[in-house]
């Protein structure tokens, strides 16, 4: 088993940054790649970044790129989720994930999940 705990989220401006982080014990947690999703009130849980074990990798959702940053440090057990240039349409509960093997962008994919933070953005 792998818990999750993420913390960092907020209420900003347009324009804000946040930085969100997801505390992982359990399981070792270097041995699993680790994503962030995002769901809003009404909608499907959405893909948002993707790290590989050893950090080799990153993807991105299209909105996503350019303006937020996955990184881990495997010595804290923490995955964080750096949030720049914020806008309104970023407003969710974001959720980060540890992967069980499939494709990066899907809720499927992904074995154990944390109980999200929410990131609300004020235009």
């Known amino acids: 088993q792998v818990q999750l705990v993420e913390s960092g989220g907020g209420l900003v401006q347009a324009g804000d940054s946040l930085r969100l982080s997801c505390a992982a014990s359990g399981r070792t947690f270097s041995q699993y790649a680790m994503a962030w999703f995002r769901q809003a009130p009404g909608k499907e849980r959405e893909f948002v970044a993707y790290?590989?074990?050893?950090?080799?990798?990153?993807y991105y959702s299209v909105s996503a790129k350019g303006r937020f940053t996955i990184s881990r440090d495997n010595t804290k057990d923490t995955v964080y989720l750096q949030l720049d240039n914020l806008k309104p349409e970023d407003t969710a509960n974001y959720y980060c994930?540890?992967?069980?093997?499939?494709?990066?962008?899907?809720?499927?994919?992904?074995?154990?999940w944390g109980q999200g933070t929410q990131v609300t953005v004020s235009s």
């Open positions: 994930a540890a992967a069980g093997g499939g494709p990066v962008h899907l809720v499927g994919t992904y074995r154990y």
């Open positions: 790290i590989g074990a050893t950090s080799s990798s990153a």
